[in-house]
C-alpha cells in the first residue's frame, strides 16, 4: 500500500489519517519548488512561535510584577507609617497638655504655700502632699512625651526608608518598562516582517498544499519537515526502508508524508534517496 502518500479527502475523514488509494481520495500534489516552499513556511511558523514565546516570556514581565508587589507593600507600609505618626503626634500633644495642666497646678499650689495663705497645719500638709504627687505626675507624663517622641522618631526613620526604596522601586520599574516596551516593539517588528514574509510565501503554494499543511500544522504544531538522510526532521525518526523506497517511487510532484509523525515530508539533495 502506498502508505507514505499525501491525501486530501474533504471534508472527512481527518487527514493525519487518510492514505492515498482510498476511496474518495486524491493525492495532493505540488512542485518541487511549491513543496521546499513549505519548509521555508514552516521555518516562518516556527519563527513566529518562537516570537510569541518570547513576548510571553519576556523576563522584564515577571520582574515587573515583583515590582508591582513590592510597590503596593511599600505604599501599604507608608500609610501605616502615617497613621501611626499620627496617633503619636496626637498621643504626645495629649501628655505635653497634660503636663502644662499639672505644671500650672503645681505654680498654683506653690503660689499658696510661699504666699502664706494657707496656715492651717492640716491644709498645709494636705497641699504639700498634694504638689509632692503631682510632681510624680509631672514626671510620669514627661516620660510619656518622650516615649513618644521617641517613637515617633523611630516611625519616621522608618517611613523614610520605605520612601527612599519606593523611589527606587519606580525608577527600577520606569527603567524595566521601558526595557520590556522596546523589547514587545522589537517583537512586533520581527513579527510584522515575518508574517508578510509568509503571506508572500503561502500565495505561491496551491491552496489544497496549503490547506493540508494548515491542518497538520494545528494538530502537530509543525506542519512540514525536511527528510534529511532518510529522517524525518519533524520527528526525527529515520524512515523504514520500504517507506524510504516508496518514497524514492513518488513522482517529485507528489506530496508524500511521514509514516511517523504524518507531517508533509519534503524531499531535498540532502534526502539521501
Ligand atoms: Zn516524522
Known amino acids: 500500500m502506498p502508505a507514505v502518500t499525501a491525501a486530501v479527502a474533504p471534508p472527512t475523514p481527518d487527514p493525519a489519517t487518510v492514505v492515498s488509494g482510498g476511496a474518495n481520495v486524491r493525492p495532493v500534489k505540488a512542485s518541487p519548488e511549491a513543496q521546499l516552499r513549505l519548509l521555508e513556511l514552516a521555518d516562518l511558523d516556527a519563527e513566529l512561535t518562537r516570537l ?33 505618626l499620627g496617633d503619636l503626634g496626637r498621643e504626645q500633644t495629649r501628655a505635653e497638655h497634660d503636663v502644662e495642666q499639672v505644671r500650672s497646678r503645681i505654680d ?8 502664706g495663705q494657707v496656715s492651717a497645719a492640716r491644709e498645709l ?107 524525518c526532521e519533524g520527528c526525527h525518526l529515520a524512515l523504514h526502508t520500504v517507506d524510504l523506497n516508496q518514497i524514492r517511487a513518488a513522482a517529485p510532484d507528489e506530496v508524500v508524508r511521514c509514516e511517523e509523525c504524518r507531517r508533509i515530508l519534503v524531499r531535498t539533495a540532502e534526502s539521501g534517496l
Open 108 to 115: 498654683r499650689d506653690r503660689a499658696r504655700l510661699d504666699g
Open 125 to 231: 500638709e494636705n497641699l504639700q502632699s498634694e504638689v509632692q504627687s503631682l510632681l510624680r505626675r509631672q514626671a510620669d507624663l514627661e516620660e510619656i512625651v518622650l516615649d513618644a517622641m521617641e517613637r515617633r522618631e523611630a516611625a519616621d526613620a522608618r517611613r523614610a526608608e520605605l520612601a527612599t526604596e519606593q523611589a527606587s522601586v519606580a525608577e527600577q520599574a520606569a527603567g524595566l518598562t521601558a526595557k520590556r516596551d522596546a523589547a514587545l516593539e522589537e517583537i512586533s517588528e520581527q513579527e510584522a516582517k515575518a508574517r508578510a514574509a509568509r503571506t508572500a510565501l503561502a500565495a505561491d503554494v496551491p491552496a489544497d498544499v496549503l490547506a493540508l499543511y494548515e491542518r497538520i500544522r494545528a494538530q502537530q504544531g509543525v506542519g512540514a519537515a525536511m527528510l534529511r538522510r532518510g529522517r
Open 52 to 84: 510569541d514565546h518570547r513576548r510571553r516570556s519576556l523576563p522584564e514581565v515577571a520582574q515587573l510584577a515583583q515590582m508591582h508587589t513590592r510597590a503596593a507593600e511599600l505604599r501599604d507600609g507608608i500609610v501605616m507609617a502615617d497613621t501611626e
